[in-house]
């Protein structure tokens, strides 16, 4: 549950984390992607754990409630399952077709042509 917790924070940080102060970005990023605990946290930054505990939570609401109104990673994961079924169509019924498959590995890679 953890590890799905971790990974979920990891998308909302990839995908809204521009839109978060300097401050939360940096407590963020010392909790999920160094993966350090709210005791190292405070003593690198000289704060106390409840502060810690305190931005992190605050900054984890925040990233959800983005989501909650945009979107996106929803908006995402039907894009990526409907690009998958795309793909195992193609692969299958159009084997031949070079420029077929070069535009959907573009759409693959967010390529704009």
Request: glycine letters at 2%.
């Amino acid at each position: 549950m953890e590890m799905e917790k971790t990974a979920y924070m990891s998308m909302l940080y990839d995908f809204y984390g521009g839109l978060l102060t300097a401050k939360q970005k940096e407590y963020l990023e010392l909790y999920y992607e160094q993966d350090l605990s709210l005791s190292e946290i405070s003593e690198e930054l000289n704060v106390s754990r409840q502060a810690v505990y305190d931005n992190i939570k605050r900054s984890e609401q925040i990233l959800a409630h983005y989501e909650s109104v945009l979107r996106l990673i929803e908006q995402y994961a039907v894009n990526e399952k409907h690009l998958k079924v795309l793909q195992e169509y193609v692969r299958t019924h159009y084997q031949e077709d070079a420029v077929l498959h070069r535009l959907v590995q573009e759409i693959r890679n967010g390529e704009d042509k």
